[in-house]
């Protein structure tokens, strides 16, 4: 079975434009090295990881954690926090 994850348009879009795979998202939602609360949406959970395959930078996902399963907003390659997690 895959693992799964329910992506917004916006996500699934910023995946494919940023090259960033899917399992890379599923690990840090669900196995993340730390965790923000959204400052803006209690709803929002911050999910940080490093991606060894890229170079150790930390990828940020940004997911609704009241959803089940949990729906991705946005996910990117955070360059203020490389050298910091």
Avoid: C
């Avoid at 993340?32 to 209690?42: F, Q, S, T």
């Amino acid at each position: 079975m895959k693992p799964t994850l329910d992506l917004t348009h916006h996500a699934h879009d910023v995946l494919k434009a940023r090259e960033i795979r899917y399992i890379w998202v599923f690990e840090t939602v669900n196995f993340p090295e730390a965790m923000l609360r959204d400052i803006h949406d209690a709803q929002l959970t911050h999910a940080l990881r490093r991606i060894p395959e890229r170079g150790n930078r930390v990828l940020r996902v940004v997911y609704n954690h009241t959803s089940d399963p949990p729906r991705v907003v946005t996910a990117y390659f955070d360059r203020t926090l490389k050298g910091k997690l």
